[in-house]
């Protein structure tokens, strides 16, 4: 296949929603099989086996989905709250996020774009927020 039928590293890691190291380290391990290589030596991923490879080393979108499960983890914030994304907003370094509630309330974060993108976070994610203050403001 041609070049333009295959694509890079960096844009197969962001299809399947992982790192480019990752990807690699994938690789390493042989959890998945080596890519083509051009002539620069640059791995071109087939699109078609992507699909694949995310359903089998990450499961399916509604398992990369699942409560993150906090059980293992120790952690100082002990204010936590379960939501769904219903807006991403915000065309500079920070963001506006905002979450649903299960109960419908909403509450809002204000993250750098750089973690948006790290996370992978979308509207419909289903996400924790923790909180951790020394200060809590009380008006009447």
């Known amino acids: 296949m041609k070049r333009k039928d295959r694509i890079t590293r960096i844009d197969a890691a962001a299809i399947i929603g992982v790192t480019p190291k990752t990807l690699a ?9 080596p890519p083509e290589r051009d002539f620069r030596g640059w791995r071109l991923y087939d699109p078609a ?3 694949d490879i995310k359903k089998r080393l990450i499961g399916s979108e509604e398992e990369s989905q699942a409560r993150l499960d906090l059980s293992d983890i120790e952690i100082s914030a002990r204010n936590r709250l379960f939501g769904t994304i219903i807006k ?13 509630l299960p109960d419908g309330q909403e509450i809002t974060s204000v993250i750098t774009r750089g973690s948006v993108k790290r996370l992978g976070l979308r509207v ?13 403001i009380i008006a009447r």
Do not use: C, H, Y
Request: aromatic fraction near 8%.
């Open 124 to 136: 419909g994610d289903r996400v924790s927020a923790f909180f951790k203050a020394t200060d809590v």
């Open 49 to 51: 086996k992507l699909a």
């Open 88 to 100: 991403i907003d915000g065309d500079s370094m920070l963001v506006e996020l905002v979450l649903k």
């Open 25 to 33: 380290n994938w690789e390493k391990q042989g959890k998945i099989p």
